[in-house]
C-alpha cells in the first residue's frame, strides 16, 4: 500500500527537470513517503480500534464467532455493575459455575462480602490458590446436577455461569429452581448465546456433554413454564450501570427474582 502511494510523487518530482523540484527531489521523497507512511499507520491503527470494540460491538462478535469466550469471565468483569445493580445484596454470595475460584477470589477483595463458590467439575489442574480455597471449605466442589446442600435463602445472591449450558432439561429442571430458593434477593444468571459457541471434544470429556446453548425466547418461556419470574428492577439497574461503565456482555445475562 505504501510503495503505491509513493510512486506518483517520484514521478512528479523527476519531471521537473530542473529548478524546485530537480534541487529538492533528495529532501522531498523522503518527506512524502514519512508522510504517507504515518498516515497509513493512523489507518491501520484506527482501523485496529474499531475492530477491538472501541467504535462499537464487534469484539463480541469476533468472539462469537471463534467460539473463544467464557461467561464467568463475564462475570469477572461485571462484579462492579452487579454491585451497583445489588447495592447491598452483593453482602452474601454465592457463585455456581466453572473456574469459580477466580470469582470468589476477586469478590474477596470487595468489602463487607461473603462468597461461597461452587465448581461442578473437577479441578485436579486447579492452581494452589483454589485448592487453598476448597481446602477452607470457601469452594465447594458438587456436581449441580443433584440438589446441593444449601437451605433456602442461604445466600443474599446467587450467580450463576456457564454451567447450566451443559445441563439437560431433566437436570436443568431441579437445579435452577433449587439454586433461586437459596438465595434471599435473587438469582444472576449468565448463559451462553446459540450458535455462537463450538463444541470441543475437551467439553464432552470434562462437561459429560457439549454446551446446549439456548437463545433468549427459549430461557424467558422456560422460565415462566417453571414459575421463574425475571427481576425487572434488577434488570433495570444492571443495564444503566452498564451503560455508564461500557459494559457489553459476551453472554445473556438473566435476573430472576428468589422464591418467597
Known amino acids: 500500500m505504501f510503495r503505491r502511494a509513493v510512486n506518483p510523487a517520484r514521478r512528479f518530482g523527476d519531471s521537473g527537470g530542473g529548478g524546485l523540484f530537480a534541487n529538492s527531489k533528495s529532501r522531498s521523497t523522503p518527506i512524502l513517503s514519512v508522510g504517507l507512511i504515518a498516515v497509513g499507520a493512523l489507518i491501520f491503527i484506527a482501523y485496529s480500534y474499531g475492530n477491538s470494540g472501541g467504535f462499537g460491538n464487534n469484539t463480541e462478535a469476533i468472539s462469537r464467532v471463534e467460539g473463544d469466550y467464557s461467561c464467568t469471565a463475564d462475570v469477572q468483569r461485571a462484579i462492579p455493575i452487579l454491585k451497583k445493580a445489588y447495592g447491598d445484596s452483593m453482602h452474601k454470595v454465592l457463585h455456581v459455575g466453572p473456574d469459580t475460584c477466580s470469582v470468589v477470589s476477586n469478590l474477596l477483595k470487595e468489602e463487607e462480602t461473603e462468597v461461597w463458590g461452587a465448581e461442578p467439575y473437577d479441578i485436579e489442574d486447579a492452581d494452589s490458590t483454589c485448592k487453598a480455597l476448597v481446602h477452607k471449605g470457601v469452594v465447594r466442589v458438587a456436581d449441580i446436577k443433584f440438589p446441593l446442600p444449601y437451605r433456602p435463602k442461604s445466600f443474599s445472591l446467587v450467580i450463576v455461569s456457564d ?13 435452577l429452581p433449587d439454586l433461586v430458593r437459596a438465595s434471599a434477593e435473587g438469582l444472576v444468571m449468565f448463559t451462553g448465546y446459540p450458535g455462537h459457541q463450538r463444541a470441543k471434544v475437551s467439553d464432552v470429556s470434562k462437561y459429560g456433554r457439549a454446551a446446549k446453548l439456548r437463545s433468549s425466547s427459549w430461557w424467558i418461556r422456560y422460565f415462566v413454564q417453571t414459575g421463574l419470574e425475571e427481576n425487572e428492577v434488577a434488570s433495570k439497574k444492571f443495564e444503566q450501570a452498564a451503560t455508564k461503565r461500557s459494559y457489553v456482555p459476551n453472554c445473556q445475562i438473566f435476573h430472576l427474582k428468589s422464591l418467597h
Do not use: G, H, Q
Not at 163 to 175: G, I, V
Open 163 to 175: 454451567a447450566l449450558d451443559y445441563l439437560s432439561p431433566r437436570y436443568l429442571n431441579k437445579t
